[in-house]
């Protein structure tokens, strides 16, 4: 499944929407690697297991279930959270790009690929790949929040 969407960051036409900078968000996105748990309900714990220039690489426990990933990135730019498919965990990729189209303006890209068929002939797997959908969609929204949250606070509450 491939599902692709937009987050506006920052609208000048909008000014109950408090502005935040490329670096303000970049923070947050990081906050969203270095310490998930604000990010991502029901996780347990993290692990990180190693770190280098543009990359780390982590196991999230949630319960029974553990999620190996890594995640690279490049500096104010991009970053992708890849896991492969297990037992427990379908597997696959989120990239999210910060994007300027102007001076004034700042979208997030959410890029999701996962091992969910939207091909198959049954109705059911196109209803669970929409609600897999609004799920990202709402988990993305949710990111935005508490990013904003940090830049307001400098840290998650």
Sequence with gaps: MHFEHLIEINNPLNPLIETLTREQVWTGLMFRVEEPGIFLPGLDRCEILS??????ERILHFGQASIRDTVTYRHLEWMCFESRATAQHAGGTLTIRLETPDSTRLFLRF????TLSENAAEGEVVQVSEFVKSAYRESDVDTVRIIRMIAANGRPQ
Excluded: F, H
């Design 51 to 56: 770190r280098s220039d543009g990359q780390v």
């Design 111 to 114: 890029t999701y690929q996962t």
